[in-house]
């Protein structure tokens, strides 16, 4: 398995198979990407899985607080 979302599964994710109207809608729906040299985007795989609530962070399932300590800020 990619590490990245292969061309077909971003057609499937995105609905759109132009990689610059890929781009607009990844940005759209806030997901993470980078652009490769022949200008497509590049989605990574675990990240899908995290967004669409299939991979949950490690810690979150070991009870530790996985957002900033504000507090500590002073």
Do not use: C
């Amino acid at each position: 398995m990619s590490l990245f979302l292969t061309h077909d599964e971003l057609h499937e994710l995105t609905g759109l198979r132009i990689p610059a109207y890929q781009r607009r809608w990844l940005e759209k729906h806030g997901y993470t990407f980078e652009i490769n040299a022949s200008g497509k985007p590049k989605v990574l795989r675990a990240f899908i899985m995290q967004k669409l609530g299939m991979v949950q962070h490690p810690f979150l399932s070991m009870g530790i607080a996985v957002e900033p300590n504000f507090d500590a800020i002073a």
